[in-house]
């Protein structure tokens, strides 16, 4: 597949819709992490183990499957803009309605039901605002453009991670949800400025319009896996993350805080490498690098301890959201603007499939198994499903 790095200059846009956009991603990604965050620390500290945070994410990952074509297919035939308000001014009810429950109902319970509503509103919410990236992005290049969008998600991962640590130590749990629902509501009154966009005509599916149907097929097919492996690994971190700082290396919620920020901190690094990286080597060979240095990375965190751990986390951001640009730019130059929304919902659903089955695995496990044994054995996976996806690009090059 050809490297889709550099996208065909467009009629210059106004500057302020992609401005916005920037702002209204660090805010939500703020709520965005900060929630997560928030409620996997929660079950911890209130005693219900690792378990209990992986039938959380479970949860999570179980109505993204169902919701992730849905949030296409309405991605595609409504206006992103307004579907994006939407979506937000409904996350920011769900996370301030959870405050609420939390102070007269059973925690778990509260966040069960919370993490059903609020990843329903926040998959709608991330498939929107991603799938406005080429039409708002203006003359520069759809490698530079996901690269900015992304870096400032993770900026806001890490003040997430930060300030969350923060709040679970001096505040009470309620009080914390009410605070991290605010970001929401100031992400809806980013977007409200934007000006309606229209499908650009020009430009579309540059690779689609040169390339068979199959080998778009085919693209997507690899694009989804390597986009499931990554997925998966990063989720992992959330859900294993808080009892390998708590349970296994004795931590507490400002070093889960630390470990969160590594991780973002890295994301961040991770986000701006794409350009450089994107000229020096051919996306496959990029995708297949990530993965396998991914899955050493996390194999090492069984032999390491603090601080070298935090490094670790660090890389495995670093590598993660490379990834994740990397696959972003992929899929919007193969697929036309128009149709964007429905790709990005199958392609999500695919990595919430493997996530799915990953969690609830380590659901019947995670109280028996250390969590850095896990790591161990997810990286032995990720390295695995590398040397498979290997395969392909060897028979191309045979045969060249």
């Known amino acids: 597949m050809p490297n889709p790095v550099f996208w065909p200059k467009r009629a210059i846009r106004r500057p302020r819709s992609f401005t916005c956009l920037l702002a209204s991603t660090l805010s939500a990604a ?3 992490n900060g929630y997560y965050i928030a409620s996997a620390w929660i079950l911890v500290e209130e005693g219900h183990g690792s378990a209990a945070v992986a039938v959380f994410l479970v949860i999570v990952s179980a109505t993204e499957l169902v919701a992730s074509p849905v949030a296409g297919i309405a991605a595609d035939c409504f206006d992103r803009r307004r579907l994006n308000i939407v979506s937000d001014l ?20 509260t966040i069960c039901v919370s993490a059903i509503l609020f990843s329903l509103c926040d998959r709608v919410a991330l498939t929107a605002s991603q799938s406005m990236i ?12 996901n690269s900015l969008v992304f870096f400032i998600m993770q900026f806001g991962n890490l003040g997430a991670a930060l300030l969350s640590g923060i709040l679970l130590h001096e505040c ?17 009154c980013f977007m409200v400025p934007m000006r309606p966009e229209r499908a650009s005509v020009s430009g579309k599916g540059v690779t689609a319009a040169t390339a068979t149907a199959p080998d778009v097929d085919l ?37 889960f805080g630390h470990l969160e920020a ?41 032999l390491l301890h603090p601080p070298w751990t935090l490094i670790v ?11 994740r640009v990397s696959v972003e730019v992929s899929v919007q130059s193969i697929v036309s603007e128009d149709a964007l929304g429905r790709a990005k919902g199958i392609i999500h659903s695919v990595g919430v499939a493997l996530g799915t089955l990953v969690f609830g695995i380590t659901a019947v496990v ?4 250390n969590p850095s044994t896990i790591f161990f054995g997810f990286g032995v996976v990720l390295f695995l499903g590398a040397s498979i996806l290997s395969v392909p690009a060897i028979r191309r090059e045979k045969r060249k």
């Open 90 to 109: 409904a996350r920011f009810a769900a996370a301030l309605g959870t405050a609420a429950a939390l102070l007269y109902l059973d925690v778990f319970l």
């Open 262 to 302: 590594a991780w973002s901190a890295g994301s961040i690094l991770g986000a701006v490498l794409l350009v450089p990286l994107g000229r020096a080597t051919n996306t496959s060979t990029l995708h297949l690098m990530i993965l396998g240095a991914t899955a050493v990375t996390l194999m090492t965190l069984k």
């Open 313 to 323: 986390f660090a890389a495995v951001g670093i590598l993660y959201n490379l990834g």
């Open 30 to 32: 703020v709520g965005r």
């Open 219 to 255: 693209s997507l097919l690899r694009i989804s896996a390597v986009y499931a492996f990554l997925y998966a690994s990063a989720v992992l971190v959330s859900v294993i993350g808080s009892s390998f700082i708590f349970a296994e290396q004795g931590g507490s919620a400002v070093d």
């Open 366 to 369: 995670g109280d028996k198994i």
């Open 172 to 188: 009470p749990p309620a009080l914390t949800f009410a605070i991290l629902s605010g970001f929401f509501f100031i992400s809806a």
């Open 134 to 145: 080429p039409g708002v992005a203006a003359h520069r290049s759809l490698a530079a453009a």
